[in-house]
């Protein structure tokens, strides 16, 4: 992969990925995301995705002023790929979900066997594709993971699924048609945060990707296992990327698996970031206007995607077998 410089060592803490915020100027050679999966084709047209819905307000068409100087409005920056084949957007979005499970384990946001990411198939678009029950994240290759129906009945695969997550993610599937992909983990930091039953504040211009685009589920009655629980999640969620289960983690969405990965980080690291403020002292807010145009600026769809982006290059380089 050309112009990439890939750092040996993978921290977490400390700022291992030292992903800079301030793109587009941090995009001075920008790499072809097709160059990152072999095999993949980025010449076709058609997206066999399920449609954007109006219901995503807070990702709505921005007005321009808005849009200036997002990484989308920069020249020759990577695009999400499109895909002449059902059967290509499968394995793309299969391969993201490994991907992305690595990265969660990296990022040490697995506990036990808690926590799923869910991609919906691009055919069968009640069916969603999930990480086998009682697999680590970090060793979870796309073969592995498991196709499941609306019924919660496993389709393809040979292993369980966690019961959790057909509960939580069929639902939010299903209320949610623009949804792709949902992520869910009992990461510590997000957790932590969800005690205290309180949407995050603009207090970075990172948390302001959720600024009014988040929701919070007010309520904990133990594991979720029953749909009718995974449904007032969904509520919860409402149109938002996002929400903050009281007492238990994150959940975020994204119309692809990259977008959905991307905001569970981001909002986990935001959730750190306002717990360490709130304990050294009183952090200032962004204004309301000021969070809303930030918003337009790292909230969006494509910089969900495209901030998912390095973090994917140095997956694929550390740990290839994802992809089989
Ligand atoms: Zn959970």
Redesign the pocket.
């Given at each position: 992969m050309r112009g990439v410089e890939v750092e040996k060592d993978f921290e977490v803490e400390g700022g291992g990925f030292n992903l800079s915020q301030d793109f587009p100027q941090a995009v001075a050679a920008p790499v072809d995301s097709t160059e990152m999966v072999p095999g993949f084709n980025s010449s076709g047209a058609s997206h066999f995705g399920p449609k954007r819905s109006k219901l995503a307000a807070s990702t709505s068409p921005l007005p321009e002023d808005e849009m200036a100087g997002s990484p989308a409005s920069a020249p020759n920056v990577p695009q999400p790929p499109k895909f002449a084949t059902a059967a290509e957007e499968r394995l793309h979005r299969k391969r993201m979900l490994a991907a992305a499970f690595r990265l969660f384990s990296r990022f040490e946001f697995d506990e036990g066997v808690?926590?799923?990411i869910t991609a919906r198939d691009p055919e069968r678009l009640d069916h969603f594709w999930v990480n086998p029950f009682g697999m680590h994240f970090g060793q979870i290759r796309a073969s592995d993971l498991i196709l499941v129906n609306h019924r919660g009945q496993v389709v393809e695969g040979n292993h369980p699924v966690n019961g959790?997550a057909f509960a939580?993610h069929s639902q939010v599937h299903a209320a949610r048609p623009d949804v792709v992909a949902a992520a869910?983990?009992?990461s510590v930091f997000g957790k932590s945060w969800a005690s205290l039953g309180r949407l995050l504040d603009p207090i970075t211009q990172d948390a302001c990707a959720f600024f009014e685009d988040h929701g919070l589920f007010a309520d904990f009655t133990g594991?979720?296992y029953e749909t009718s629980e995974g449904e007032r999640i969904a509520k919860a969620l409402g149109p938002h990327k996002a929400a903050i289960?009281r007492n238990?983690?994150l959940l975020t969405v994204g119309e692809t698996v990259e977008e959905a990965a991307w905001w569970f980080i981001t909002m986990d690291r935001s959730c750190h970031a306002q717990l360490l403020a709130e304990a050294a002292g009183d952090p200032v807010k962004i204004d309301h206007a000021q969070a809303i145009a930030t918003r337009g600026q790292v909230g969006t769809h494509f910089a969900g995607w495209f901030q998912f982006q390095p973090l994917l290059t140095r997956m694929l380089r550390d740990e290839p077998d994802l992809l089989d």
């Open positions: 808690a926590g799923h959790a939580i869910h983990a009992h594991v979720v289960l238990h983690g």
